[in-house]
């Protein structure tokens, strides 16, 4: 079965740090890019970042550039967030995804559960 | 970095509708538009790819359409299972956004 885990979400101060990792199985990990997009309590889909097979390549949504690193480690059929400098306006369900496509642009066909990042004090 | 807008923000409609939801591109796309449904504490799920490929198990009730900066997803006759938000994006160029969304709800 094709299938995307989330996990290390969960309640952070404002200017902490947290890493998500999100697992993979039932497809080979290393032939997709990547994504991570978020949902903000009540409001819509935001994408956040993406990554190529190789890691080679990586882009960002300008409100968390330079704050949160996207990596993988193909041979975990791992994906990784690392985020920084967290702010309250970060809090959100967070699910990783995988882009179809060689290019990673014909949209996201899996997606995890979802993962709860909540930043307050 | 190219928006998307859609239209209407809220719909409601009867089993048996026909709805169209409108994204327009703030800059050509070509047809690198994708379309989701999601549902209500739910993961999204991909419907349409590429403007108007109907993914593997999505019904033939839905349809996309479109090139360049309008875009549309049509639900032919809405089933009981459709009332959820409904999510554009496109995947043209890097930052991929999506539109805001539209919350489809029954009448």
């Known amino acids: 079965e094709v299938q995307l885990v989330e996990s290390g979400g969960g309640l952070v101060q404002p200017g902490g740090s947290l890493r998500l990792t999100c697992a993979a199985s039932?497809?080979?990990?290393?032939?997709?890019?990547m994504s991570w997009v978020r949902q903000a309590p009540g409001k819509g889909l935001e994408w956040v970042a993406n990554?190529?097979?190789?890691?080679?390549?990586?882009f960002f949504v300008e409100s968390v550039e330079g704050r949160f690193t996207i990596s993988r480690e193909n041979a975990k059929s791992s994906l990784y967030l690392q985020m920084n400098r967290l702010r309250v306006e970060d809090t959100a369900v967070y699910y990783c995804?995988?882009?179809?496509?060689?290019?990673?642009?014909?949209?996201?066909?899996?997606w995890g559960q979802g993962i709860t990042v909540t930043v307050s004090s | 970095d190219r928006q998307m807008t859609q239209s209407p923000s809220s719909l409601s409609a009867s089993v048996g509708d026909r709805v169209i939801i409108k994204c327009r591109a703030s800059?050509?796309?070509?047809?690198?538009v994708n379309w989701y449904q999601q549902q209500p504490g739910k993961a999204p799920k991909l419907l349409i790819n590429?403007?108007?490929t109907l993914q593997t198990g999505v019904p033939s009730r839905f349809s996309g359409s479109g090139s360049g900066t309008d875009f549309s997803l049509t639900i032919s006759s809405l089933q009981p299972e459709d009332f959820a938000i409904y999510y554009c994006?496109?995947?043209?160029?890097?930052?991929?956004?999506f539109g805001q969304g539209t919350k489809l709800d029954i009448k």
């Open positions: 995804a995988r882009d179809l496509g060689g290019s990673g642009d014909y949209g996201m066909d899996v």
């Open positions: 039932g497809f080979t990990f290393s032939s997709y890019w």
């Open positions: 990554i190529r097979q190789d890691g080679s390549e990586k």
């Open positions: 800059e050509s796309v070509s047809t690198y």
């Open positions: 590429a403007a108007s």
């Open positions: 994006q496109q995947s043209y160029s890097n930052p991929y956004s």
